[in-house]
Nanobody
Framework: EVQLVESGGGLVQPGGSLRLSCAASGFTFSVYDMSWVRQAPGKGPEWVSIINSGGGSTDYADSVKGRFTISRDNAKNTLYLQMNNLKPEDTAVYYC????????????????WGQGTQVTVSS
């Protein structure tokens, strides 16, 4: 059974930092591209960042570029999202997602989502 379990969310002041983690199990983590998706209150899901299976290629939404860093540790089956210089508009539930094998980065077809972790940026 595929499981994606996020952690690391919380309440942080504007300008602060958080590091999200996603522990993956039930599949061969090192084979799949992974992504972070967020959903703010009253809005639809927004793609945040993506990383290839080996960790050597990444991409970011313009809204987070230069502030967020995605990474992975395939030995630990864990995906990360380092978030710096957080802004109130980053407030959302953040989901770890697994891309379908063979999905292109333009398609971003997800087949599994975690339960999400809440990030709240407020003074």
């Amino acid at each position: 059974e595929v499981q994606l379990v996020e952690s690391g969310g919380g309440l942080v002041q504007p300008g602060g930092s958080l590091r999200l983690s996603c522990a993956a199990s039930g599949f061969t983590f090192s084979v799949y591209d992974m992504s972070w998706v967020r959903q703010a209150p009253g809005k639809g899901p927004e793609w945040v960042s993506i990383i290839n299976s080996g960790g050597g290629s990444t991409d970011y939404a313009d809204s987070v570029k230069g502030r967020f860093t995605i990474s992975r540790d395939n030995a630990k089956n864990t995906l990360y999202l380092q978030m710096n210089n957080l802004k109130p508009e980053d407030t959302a539930v953040y989901y770890c997602t697994k891309l379908k094998y063979g999905s292109t980065w333009s398609e971003k077809e997800y087949d599994f989502w975690g339960q999400g972790t809440q990030v709240t940026v407020s003074s």
